[in-house]
């Protein structure tokens, strides 16, 4: 059941580009959803997202995972 909460939160912040948006979303505070995503990279050995100062975007690993989850 874990790995499907990892995939929604993934889901969710692909859809909204913001992690707090997204931790709203699937109730959960945004540092615990941002350890879902990291843990989630860790597992998957790529990291799903591009992080900046102005948001969140899918990187080139994380966009066709997306494609496949939405």
């Known amino acids: ?3 499907l909460r990892s995939l929604e939160c993934f889901v ?10 997204a931790a709203e979303t699937v109730f959960l ?10 843990e989630l990279e860790e597992e998957l050995g790529a990291p799903l997202f591009e992080r900046h100062a ?3 975007r899918l990187s080139a690993a994380g ?7 939405k």
């Open 63 to 69: 966009s066709p995972r997306f494609q496949c989850n």
């Open 1 to 3: 059941m874990q790995h």
């Open 12 to 21: 969710a912040v692909a859809q909204s580009k913001s992690i707090r948006a």
């Open 29 to 38: 505070s945004s540092s615990a959803l941002n350890r879902q995503i990291l």
């Open 54 to 56: 102005r948001g969140i």
